[in-house]
C-alpha cells in the first residue's frame, strides 16, 4: 500500500520552532519529487516547498523561504521539514505528497503534481 505518514506537528509559541517528518512507504521513495502543502481556515491549499530526488535542489514559498528547510532521507524514505522562526500566520494543516514527477518544476509546488498525499498535521502557533 502508498503511504505517508505525517508526525511533528503540535502546539508552539511565536517563534518557536517545530520538525515535521513524512515516513514514506509502498513506493521507491528516492525516484520522486516530494513536497509540503499547507492549507489554513478557509483558505486555499498552498504548496510550500519541495525537493528533488536526491535532496540537492528545493523550493519554498516566499511566505516560508529562510524560515523552513526541506530535506529527506531516501535511506529511510523519509521526508521532513523544519520550521524555525514561527508566526501566527503559519498555522495551517500541513500536509506531505509525492509527486508524480520525476524532475523537479520551476515554480511552486502544484496539487494537480500530486498523487499521495499524507494524513495531515495540525501545526498551531500561538501564545
Known amino acids: 500500500e502508498v503511504q505517508l505518514v505525517e508526525s511533528g506537528g503540535g502546539l508552539v509559541q511565536p517563534g518557536g520552532s517545530l520538525r515535521l517528518s513524512c515516513a514514506a512507504s509502498g513506493f521507491n521513495f528516492n525516484n520522486y519529487v516530494m513536497g509540503w502543502f499547507r492549507q489554513a481556515p478557509g483558505k486555499e491549499r498552498e504548496g510550500i516547498s519541495s525537493i528533488n530526488r536526491i535532496g540537492v535542489t528545493t523550493y519554498y514559498a516566499d511566505s516560508v523561504k529562510g524560515r523552513f528547510t526541506i530535506s529527506r532521507d531516501n535511506a529511510k524514505n523519509t521526508l521532513y521539514l523544519q520550521l524555525n522562526s514561527l508566526k501566527t500566520e503559519d498555522t495551517a494543516m500541513y500536509y506531505c505528497?509525492?509527486?508524480?514527477?520525476?524532475?523537479?518544476?520551476?515554480?511552486?509546488?502544484?496539487?494537480?503534481?500530486?498523487?499521495?498525499w499524507g494524513q495531515g498535521m495540525q501545526v498551531t502557533v500561538s501564545s
Open positions: 505528497a509525492k509527486s508524480v514527477l520525476t524532475l523537479l518544476r520551476p515554480g511552486p509546488p502544484l496539487p494537480s503534481d500530486y498523487d499521495v
